[in-house]
């Protein structure tokens, strides 16, 4: 004996089985894209074994970025800042606060308070700082508006195609030297613009091949 179905059921099947691989395909969608190089990592915002505040010090204080990060334009490296240089404020300013108890003992002890890094390349990758701040690349390019974060967190995903669209067009990311840590900054006309005659006037050609950044 034959099974008896409903009238419409081979039409709701169907309709069932439409909207199931549309779902699949959103979902793998999703996926892709959230896993392509250039979203990969972005949003990255890590615990910190001490909270502090970039939004606090850098925005409402206007600590300038390299009162910490001192080694930016003068290495390939971005120092992150040991714990003499907190001290240098808060030996007087919040002494006292639990929240800083990690900061005291390290200064104490010597030993170093265990930061964990935002921005990572990997041990491939040759990045210099300098090259690139003395250039006049602001922090913002790469780090978005850390004065305004709480918590640092990464807005960008410092993938290959990320970087060589930057260096294939470099003019929008080129500013004058002086407001390179000025991360409100903002020029009086086209970005681009002024970032081109800068390009032009220091002759900035980044290398777009391999050995520019693998070595």
Not at 5 to 12: I, S
Not at 113 to 142: E, I, M
Not at 171 to 197: C, H
């Amino acid at each position: 004996m034959s099974a008896i179905f409903p009238k419409g059921f081979d039409t709701t099947v169907r309709l069932a089985g439409g909207v199931a691989l549309v779902a699949v395909a959103a979902v793998a969608a999703a996926g892709l894209y959230l896993t392509h190089p250039r979203q990969a990592d972005t949003g990255y915002t890590p615990l910190q074994p001490v909270a502090y505040s970039h939004k606090l010090h850098a925005g409402n204080l206007g600590l300038d970025c390299t009162y910490c990060h001192y080694t930016v334009d003068k290495s390939s490296f971005a120092a992150v800042p040991p714990t003499e240089v907190c001290m240098s404020c808060h030996v007087r300013v919040k002494d006292k606060s639990p929240k800083l108890q990690l900061i005291r003992e390290s200064y104490a002890t010597g030993e170093a308070v265990p930061w964990v890094k935002v921005h990572r390349l990997p041990d491939y990758v040759y990045f210099n700082h300098q090259a690139h701040v003395t250039a006049g690349v602001s922090c913002v390019s790469c780090h978005g508006r850390v004065d305004q974060m709480v918590e640092v967190r990464m807005v960008q995903p410092l993938s290959m195609a990320w970087c060589l669209d930057c260096h294939r067009n470099p003019a929008p990311n080129v500013r004058p030297v002086e407001f390179v840590t000025k991360l409100d900054w903002k020029p009086a006309g086209d970005p681009a613009e002024l970032g081109w005659k800068l390009v032009q006037a220091k002759h900035i050609n980044p290398p777009t091949n391999c050995s520019g950044c693998h070595r």
